[in-house]
Nanobody, 122 residues
Framework: QVQLVESGGGLVQAGGSLRLSCAAS????????MGWFRQAPGKDREIVAAINRNGLNTYFAGSVRGRFTIFRDNAKNRVFLQMNRLKPEDTAVYYC???????????????WGQGTQVTVSS
């Protein structure tokens, strides 16, 4: 089992930046693909970004490509989401998630954090 805890959410003005952090338990963090998801009020959960075990493969949703960056520090069992040039449309609860394989359906992850709120004011 993997436990994930997000932090770093908050209120920020449009155009600002925020960095989210996800701390993972266990000894096998470096074996997992990690993803960031978000869910806005009244909308389905959507994938934002993903990164494979060694960081060589990444994925970004079209809505955040060029503004967000995902990276990981396996020595510290953490994955990060750097969010720049934030827009009100980015307002959502953000979740980190983990699964064993890089290849697979975009939404099928095995372990989930509790989420952290990000609010972008206009």
């Amino acid at each position: 089992q993997v436990q994930l805890v997000e932090s770093g959410g908050g209120l920020v003005q449009a155009g600002g930046s925020l960095r989210l952090s996800c701390a993972a338990s266990g000894r096998t963090f470096s074996s997992y693909t990690m993803g960031w998801f978000r869910q806005a009020p009244g909308k389905d959960r959507e994938i934002v970004a993903a990164i494979n075990r060694n960081g060589l493969n990444t994925y970004f949703a079209g809505s955040v490509r060029g503004r967000f960056t995902i990276f990981r520090d396996n020595a510290k069992n953490r994955v990060f989401l750097q969010m720049n040039r934030l827009k009100p449309e980015d307002t959502a609860v953000y979740y980190c998630a983990a699964r064993e394989n890089w290849i697979g359906p975009p939404d099928e992850y095995d372990y989930w954090g509790q989420g952290t709120q990000v609010t972008v004011s206009s």
